[in-house]
T-cell receptor, first 112, second 115 residues
Framework: DAKTTQPPSMDCAEGRAANLPCNHS???????VYWYRQIHSQGPQYIIH???NNETNEMASLIITEDRKSSTLILPHATLRDTAVYYC?????????????FGSGTRLSIRP | GAVVSQHPSWVICKSGTSVKIECRSL??????MFWYRQFPKQSLMLMAT?????????EQGVEKDKFLINHASLTLSTLTVTSAHPEDSSFYIC???????????FGSGTQLSVL
């Protein structure tokens, strides 16, 4: 599975959009980009995933560059409850046995 | 959405005893489950891949005789920490993939404290 690179920490004002970048320059054509977040002492929570098109759901938007070497997770209106560590992962989506390797993630702090 | 249930949420045990952690997929069948360990302020580290009806595949550096994994059915995988020692104290998390889509789901984790 391809490796991802994320900034170790970011902060954002409450109510503003939080944009979290992720580099995955070695991503393969059949690998999806997944985003998860982990709030302290809990299991990771699924946010969104995509292959090459931009995606949006009730939690966030995922913007994937045309060359698929990087992506951005957007939380449109950050709240204090969005404070968490955010992980960007790439893996083969349809393969149940494909490993999920976590990088160090981005610790997002939302300030009031 | 699919749910992965992990039990217990926390456990305290004496050094030398064994502890079993269960991971269940509640509304889907999971042929493969993954087990992770997480130390404070660190990322999740993949320990092993659990395959239904066959032996687990362990990551390099993980002792298979110490961390016994059993995946006896399509909805249950167990991790047994044998002869636990204080250095095994950690947050253990399982995950599984629902076969009908590409999403991955995680349990809520088990905090193990070995005295």
């Amino acid at each position: 599975d391809a490796k991802t690179t994320q900034p170790p920490s970011m902060d954002c004002a409450e109510g503003r959009a939080a944009n979290l970048p992720c580099n995955h320059s070695t991503i393969s054509g059949n690998e999806y980009v997944y985003w998860y977040r982990q709030i302290h002492s809990q299991g990771p929570q699924y946010i969104i995933h995509g292959l090459k098109n931009n995606e949006t759901n009730e939690m966030a938007s995922l913007i994937i560059t045309e060359d698929r070497k990087s992506s951005t997770l957007i939380l449109p209106h950050a709240t204090l409850r969005d404070t968490a560590v955010y992980y960007c992962i790439v893996r083969v989506g349809y393969s149940s046995a494909s490993k999920i390797i976590f990088g160090s993630g981005t610790r997002l702090s939302i300030r009031p | 959405g699919a749910v992965v249930s992990q039990h217990p949420s926390w456990v305290i045990c004496k050094s030398g005893t064994s502890v079993k952690i269960e991971c269940r997929s509640l509304d889907f069948q999971a042929t493969t489950m993954f087990w992770y360990r997480q130390f404070p302020k660190q990322s999740l580290m993949l320990m092993a891949t659990s395959n239904e009806g066959s032996k687990a595949t362990y990551e390099q550096g993980v002792e298979k005789d110490k961390f016994l994994i059993n995946h006896a059915s399509l909805t249950l995988s167990t991790l047994t920490v044998t002869s636990a020692h204080p250095e095994d104290s950690s947050f253990y998390i399982c995950s599984a993939k629902a076969g009908y889509n590409e999403k991955l789901f995680f349990g809520s984790g088990t905090q193990l404290s070995v005295l």
